[in-house]
DNA sequence: GCGACAG
DNA sequence: ATCTTGTCGC
């Protein structure tokens, strides 16, 4: 557990966070080198940014590990748009496959957008479904477009990356163990649940060897209505 | 008032 | 990020 300092401020999420994410692999570099990732999956954005360098880019050359940016929102720089032609696009993403390159106004490939993963994996999203949100993949460091996208989507057993999710789930798992727990040690009803995020059908096929372990994690609380920022951030 | 806004 | 609402699967 850590707590941040810099408050978020969009474009600047590297400064918030990169700090937390460097130390653990210098922790790990130190303590487990056998443990060390060859890439790390990080929850942002890489060269689809402002400055063309976010967190995926700045934590990859502190590191100097490759890493990959995927975001799951599009972050709207130059000259990209999440507008009705954007969305149409990821809309065809079902059906045409794969995805497509977002070429910006400087004439920059900056990323991909990746609809739903495998196929093989999720067949009953044919229902009648239309929630396909995409994830924004872009290069961070030390690895290509093509590849950071065919990695991303064998990692893919829901929407979010396994890495990034597990990530997600067991620092939150965290918080809550520190604090209290409102959590949920009896799944009692079987209606009650948490609605997970994803479709219908999985078969349930675990690639054999996920390749990448990985780094990110970070929840905020609001942590009172103070002005000054002092969040509280859950690490693993 | 409205649109943007990685996490 | 967080919050709501709605849908679907088990």
Same mark, same amino acid.
């Given at each position: 557990? !850590?707590?941040?300092?810099?408050?978020?401020?969009?474009?600047?999420?590297?400064?918030?966070?990169?700090?937390?994410?460097?130390?653990?692999?210098?922790?790990?570099?130190?303590?487990?080198?056998?443990?060390?990732?060859?890439?790390?999956?990080?929850?942002?954005?890489? !060269?689809?940014?402002?400055?063309?360098?976010?967190?995926?880019?700045?934590?990859?050359?502190?590191?100097?590990?490759?890493?990959?940016? !995927?975001?799951?929102?599009?972050?709207?720089?130059?000259?990209?748009?999440?507008?009705?032609?954007?969305?149409?696009?990821?809309?065809?993403?079902?059906?045409?496959?794969?995805?497509?390159?977002?070429?910006?106004?400087?004439?920059?490939?900056?990323?991909?957008?990746?609809?739903?993963?495998?196929?093989?994996?999720?067949?009953?999203?044919?229902?009648?479904?239309?929630?396909?949100?995409?994830?924004?993949?872009?290069?961070?460091?030390?690895?290509?477009?093509?590849?950071?996208?065919?990695?991303?989507?064998?990692?893919?057993?829901?929407?979010?990356?396994?890495?990034?999710?597990?990530?997600?789930?067991?620092?939150?798992?965290?918080?809550?163990?520190?604090?209290?727990?409102?959590?949920?040690?009896?799944?009692?009803?079987?209606?009650?649940?948490?609605?997970?995020?994803?479709?219908?059908?999985?078969?349930?096929?675990?690639?054999?060897?996920?390749?990448?372990?990985?780094?990110?994690?970070?929840?905020?609380?609001?942590?009172?209505?103070?002005?000054?920022?002092?969040?509280?951030?859950?690490?693993?």
């Amino acid at each position: 557990m !850590v707590s941040l300092t810099a408050p978020y401020v969009s474009g600047f999420l590297a400064f918030r966070e990169v700090p937390f994410l460097l130390e653990l692999v210098q922790q790990l570099r130190e303590k487990e080198p056998g443990l060390m990732p060859q890439v790390l999956l990080v929850d942002g954005n890489g !060269v689809l940014h402002h400055r063309g360098f976010g967190v995926a880019c700045h934590l990859g050359v502190l590191t100097d590990l490759p890493c990959v940016g !995927v975001a799951k929102k599009l972050l709207q720089v130059d000259g990209l748009e999440n507008n009705a032609l954007h969305k149409e696009k990821i809309r065809l993403l079902q059906t045409q496959g794969d995805s497509f390159p977002l070429l910006g106004d400087s004439g920059t490939v900056l990323g991909m957008p990746t609809g739903q993963p495998s196929p093989s994996l999720s067949q009953a999203l044919r229902s009648h479904d239309r929630s396909t949100r995409p994830l924004y993949i872009s290069v961070g460091h030390r690895m290509s477009l093509e590849a950071a996208v065919r990695l991303t989507r064998c990692c893919c057993r829901f929407r979010i990356p396994e890495p990034v999710r597990q990530a997600d789930i067991c620092s939150r798992e965290h918080i809550r163990k520190s604090l209290g727990l409102p959590g949920p040690p009896t799944p009692r009803s079987p209606k009650a649940q948490r609605p997970v995020a994803c479709p219908k059908g999985d078969s349930g096929e675990s690639s054999g060897g996920a390749p990448s372990p990985q780094r990110q994690a970070d929840r905020t609380t609001p942590g009172g209505r103070r002005s000054t920022a002092q969040h509280q951030v859950g690490q693993r």
